[in-house]
């Protein structure tokens, strides 16, 4: 099997403000696996914060070529993954871009949607939540109009003008909300107190309230919350979930945080008999990984898979979304068509 891949950049349809100043590209990577004349893709999105870039990404793949290499059948998937995780500790965006790739192939070997191998039922796919970016009032009233097919809103909070967002979005807005913290409440008496207060705003769930290696203060707050409360950046892959099984209702997976579909599916699979609910997630990302998210989302409660929406320059077609719905296709893998280089 041959690898190949190249770098890219995508860019978003409206920038927005970070600590140290305006964020507007992310870098991601493209692969292609090629067995028998079929052609699988994958991809890997680095956002800065989480460490990998062009450059470690491209250096990764160098190594995984030569694994590859070594074998000639895209069905020795698990093999391959385990060689591939071996390479580094970290760089799981690089190897959830060859497992989605492989998963791509299988799929189009098999003349299947990746759904399908999955055993799931392409009815049972949940809404997307549209993302709200922490803004001014007015920004924020203009995306949730724009959001107007969407049901569920998703809104990042930060400790700071809480109260104020929520407000804003009510005084236009009775949709239900997804939270977002990104472990912006340090304090855990202060993130109980916004909890209560947002008892009655018709809240479906709260992402990573606190900092994320703060398990006890977690558990304390899990006791008490009248919200259910989801762990994302306390939970990265496989190995995480029975650390943080008592410290959240349940967990957002990500393809680029897990390493991959193969270990998406093992997550969803130990969360459920953990009794965790489930959110699929992903990253800015072309509608290469987005579908291949969704292809596991028929055995989710949530998810928020809006990125491809939110750039300009997709370089696929894949999955679409009907008035919010996540709406899986028949076409064979990860179902995406290259449109773009
Ligand atoms: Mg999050």
Request: aromatic letters at 8%; proline letters at 4%; a negative charge.
């Amino acid at each position: 099997m041959k690898l190949t891949y190249f770098p890219y950049t995508l860019y978003f349809k409206r920038p927005f403000k970070i600590a140290h100043g305006i964020r507007s590209t992310t870098p991601i990577v493209i692969t292609k696996i090629e067995y028998e004349g079929m052609i699988g893709y994958g991809e890997a999105s680095m956002p800065p914060y989480l460490g990998e870039s062009h450059e470690t990404v491209l250096s990764f793949l160098k190594k995984a070529e030569l694994v590859l290499s070594k074998f000639s059948d895209p069905f020795e998937i698990e093999s391959i993954l385990i060689e591939i995780d071996g390479i580094e500790k970290y760089n799981t965006a690089a190897k959830a871009s060859i497992d989605i790739a492989l998963h791509d192939l299988i799929g189009k070997i098999k003349n299947k949607p990746c759904w399908q191998l999955f055993h799931g039922d392409k009815k049972d796919t949940p809404y997307t939540t549209y993302t709200l970016g922490i803004d001014e009032p007015e920004v924020l009233k203009q995306k949730v109009l724009e959001g107007e097919d969407y049901p569920i809103l998703k809104v990042k909070l930060n400790g700071e003008n809480d109260k104020i967002i929520i407000d804003t979005i009510r005084s236009i807005s009775n949709k239900p909300i997804a939270i977002d913290v990104n472990q912006g409440w340090k304090d855990k008496h202060l993130a109980l107190e916004m909890i209560n207060w947002l008892s009655d705003k018709n809240v479906l769930f709260i992402e990573q309230a606190l900092p994320k290696d703060n398990l006890d203060d977690a558990n304390w707050l899990f006791e008490r919350s009248s919200i259910p409360l989801f762990a994302d950046e306390s939970i990265q892959r496989f190995s995480d979930i029975d650390k943080v099984k008592d410290c959240f209702h349940g967990i957002n997976i990500k393809l680029m945080k897990c390493t991959g579909m193969h270990e998406a599916h093992k997550m969803i699979l130990r969360a459920k008999e953990l009794n965790l609910k489930l959110l699929i997630g992903c990253m800015s990302e072309t509608s290469c990984a987005i579908s291949a998210a969704a292809q596991l989302t028929t055995k989710v409660d949530y998810a928020d898979l809006d990125g491809a929406l939110l750039i300009k320059n997709n370089l696929f077609d894949g999955i679409t979304f009907e008035n919010g719905k996540i709406t899986l296709n028949e076409m064979q893998g990860i179902g995406v068509i290259l449109k773009a280089l």
